[in-house]
């Protein structure tokens, strides 16, 4: 098997690589190659007989699926984008990344006939919007209220209609807040809810820039690429006449995430948390649900978290 995954040097690209790697195969089948691409050519994993690709590539580029293509993947991971606040705050670059290289993704599929390649897109919770009921469902309308959010809900749209019409077999996870990141704090808008949580644990002090009572629909790294993975080996027949679905997240307050971290770290912890609110980070963040019911995500054998003490004592154990 054949596996191609963009934005392979990232967080969960690289994460996500290692399980493969680890796993040996997918969907039943040995992998046997990868083909690795991100704007910086992304680490493989020593000691592995499996043969690697690793590119660094403008997916903007004119031709630039072409060469990525021509090896006929089996399953396709699509994680390159542009994130939420950088997508707002230009227009063109999160266009050019997030929604025109993923057309011309799937218009690269259908010259090559990769009518029964996997492609595995990580969409977004920001996909929804607007006025919206206390618990959605699949099936709630997407009214977007920000950039990244649009781009997401048409490339959505994009992929479900492309899979109608049998040119590929697409499916699409739409991703909770992953909490907790490892690293830096990024463009994203939601990179606070990780930051408030990983700098305190590290003994750094940490800025809340929404308010104490934000409800977050969120999920741990782990459980996100048990989802990728299982993402991939779902039945297509099983996804129904649409791809698009939400994985099974758990819902909590920005005070609940700091309840935790204080029962984990102890209350030191929790006193370097700056509350400083940022309108701009606020107003993104009011626009994305909260409480979802999941019933398509559960039954078609997707796992979430328990709780989240277990998420921060599991990031704990893991810094170790």
Known sequence: MHILITGAAGFLGQRLLHRLVARGELCGQPITRFTLVDQVAAAAPEGSTIAFDSRALDLTAPGAWEGLLDGRPDAIYHLAAVVSSAAEADLDLGMAVNFDATRALLEGCRARGLATTRLVMASSVAAYGGELPETLDDMTALQPQNSYGAQKAMCELLINDYSRRGLVDGRVLRLPTIVIRPGRPNAAA????????????????????????????????DKVIEALVHGAEVDGEALGKFRAFMLPGITVSVAEMLAALGEVAGPEAVARVRHDPDPSIESIIASWPARFNTAKAERLGFVGDDNFADIVAAFVAESQ
């Open 190 to 221: 939601s990179s606070f809810a990780s930051s408030i949580l990983r700098e305190p644990l590290k003994g750094e002090e940490a800025i809340c820039p929404v308010a104490m009572e934000q409800p977050l629909f969120v999920m741990s790294p």
